[in-house]
């Protein structure tokens, strides 16, 4: 099987949108289920059934790569048709997605904290909530686990799309430039598939969301990737700093007690 793959050209994008064709028929069936999730999951029962390595299946399957950039790019087409509504709304459209965008950054710098994150793995997750195109990007730029990377985006937008809806019924969030900012900016351009099912402004908004959180997240993950850092410089030097006043402290006692002992 390997053989084939190697040999033929579309293999691997066959098997990718017949994967992708079975999960958006299967969607039809069971609404909750998502057709990204269950053809990721075909394609590796396919890979191991038929023990085809990855490394060629991503080799046959790149033509599906080239076309990530233009498909981001095309979510300018909905945000053209609501432009009027942009330019009413423009200032709590943009402070809406520096929100999400921050958000998704801090929450990021937080868990790095907590569970004490090392640098390739805090710059794998800073990316988690652009689409592919831009996260792969920064992961690799910053010195990150590209393909780790991949997966969380994925998951991070499987999850958004399979949740939001319900997550704004939940919270009653009614307005749609709002439900539209949220999902974008959280889930990128597998939660937009979901807002543009809820509602063209939604779908627009979202489209929004997702260029430019991604634009901002270039420059946020660099100046995060910075805080952190400043915080690491300030925990070194401040536990070299009470090393060295417990030191001087034990001297101290040392030398009392060596005295008390002479006397």
């Given at each position: 099987?390997?053989?084939?793959?190697?040999?033929?050209?579309?293999?691997?994008?066959?098997?990718?949108?017949?994967?992708?064709?079975?999960?958006?028929?299967?969607?039809?069936?069971l609404s909750i289920?998502?057709?990204?999730?269950?053809?990721?999951?075909?394609?590796?029962?396919?890979?191991?059934?038929?023990?085809?390595?990855?490394?060629?299946?991503?080799?046959?399957?790149?033509?599906?790569?080239?076309?990530?950039?233009?498909?981001?790019?095309?979510?300018?087409?909905?945000?053209?048709?609501?432009?009027?509504?942009?330019?009413?709304?423009?200032?709590?459209?943009?402070?809406?997605?520096?929100?999400?965008?921050?958000?998704?950054?801090?929450?990021?710098?937080?868990?790095?904290?907590?569970?004490?994150?090392?640098?390739?793995?805090?710059?794998?997750?800073?990316?988690?909530?652009?689409?592919?195109?831009?996260?792969?990007?920064?992961?690799?730029?910053?010195?990150?686990?590209?393909?780790?990377?991949?997966?969380?985006?994925?998951?991070?937008?499987?999850f958004g799309n399979?949740?939001?809806?319900?997550?704004?019924?939940?919270?009653?969030?009614?307005?749609?430039?709002?439900?539209?900012?949220?999902?974008?900016?959280?889930?990128?351009?597998?939660?937009?598939?979901?807002?543009?099912?809820?509602?063209?402004?939604?779908?627009?908004?979202?489209?929004?969301?997702?260029?430019?959180?991604?634009?901002?997240?270039?420059?946020?993950?660099?100046?995060?990737?910075?805080?952190?850092?400043?915080?690491?410089?300030?925990?070194?030097?401040?536990?070299?700093?009470?090393?060295?006043?417990?030191?001087?402290?034990?001297?101290?006692?040392?030398?009392?007690?060596?005295?008390?002992?002479?006397?």
């Amino acid at each position: 099987m390997n053989n084939f793959m190697v040999n033929s050209v579309t293999a691997g994008v066959t098997i990718s949108l017949l994967s992708y064709g079975i999960g958006s028929m299967a969607k039809r069936k069971l609404s909750i289920l998502n057709p990204l999730l269950i053809s990721i999951l075909l394609v590796i029962l396919f890979l191991k059934l038929f023990h085809v390595d990855y490394d060629i299946y991503s080799d046959s399957a790149k033509p599906l790569n080239y076309l990530l950039t233009p498909a981001t790019v095309s979510l300018a087409i909905p945000l053209y048709q609501k432009l009027e509504l942009l330019k009413k709304n423009m200032a709590s459209i943009l402070c809406g997605i520096l929100a999400g965008m921050l958000t998704s950054l801090s929450s990021i710098f937080v868990m790095a904290l907590l569970f004490g994150l090392s640098h390739e793995e805090y710059v794998t997750l800073l990316p988690k909530s652009v689409t592919t195109a831009i996260g792969m990007g920064i992961s690799e730029e910053l010195g990150g686990y590209v393909t780790i990377t991949t997966v969380v985006i994925i998951l991070t937008g499987v999850f958004g799309n399979i949740t939001a809806e319900g997550i704004c019924r939940l919270l009653k969030i009614q307005n749609s430039i709002s439900r539209g900012l949220a999902i974008g900016a959280a889930s990128h351009v597998i939660g937009t598939s979901k807002a543009m099912e809820m509602g063209e402004t939604e779908g627009a908004m979202s489209s929004l969301a997702v260029v430019v959180s991604g634009m901002c997240t270039v420059v946020g993950a660099v100046l995060f990737l910075n805080f952190i850092n400043a915080l690491k410089i300030l925990s070194i030097r401040k536990r070299s700093f009470l090393n060295y006043l417990l030191g001087i402290i034990q001297g101290i006692i040392l030398k009392i007690g060596y005295l008390t002992q002479r006397q």
